[in-house]
């Protein structure tokens, strides 16, 4: 990245670091189309059974489906 090295903190100083953000969108979002995501499909349904089970024990039911 032009010699810059990844910092975790957006506010962090743009001529030595680069951020999540420009990553995301210089490099992710770029790249999308030839990037395998399937190695996040585990913690993604992870997330999705902890929200659904979230919602069924505070007896919400926009996600009980």
Same mark, same amino acid.
């Given at each position: 990245?032009?010699?810059?090295?990844?910092? =975790?903190? +957006?506010?962090?100083?743009?001529?030595?670091?680069?951020? $999540?953000?420009?990553?995301?969108?210089? !490099?992710? =979002?770029? +790249?999308?189309?030839?990037?395998?995501?399937?190695?996040? $499909?585990?913690?993604?349904?992870?997330? !999705?059974?902890?929200?659904?089970?979230?919602?069924?024990?505070?007896?919400?039911?926009?996600?009980?489906?």
């Amino acid at each position: 990245m032009n010699g810059r090295k990844f910092s =975790a903190d +957006n506010d962090a100083d743009s001529k030595t670091f680069y951020t $999540k953000a420009f990553f995301a969108e210089n !490099v992710v =979002a770029k +790249n999308a189309h030839g990037i395998n995501f399937n190695g996040f $499909k585990p913690i993604l349904n992870r997330l !999705v059974m902890t929200i659904k089970d979230y919602y069924n024990q505070t007896d919400m039911d926009c996600l009980k489906r």
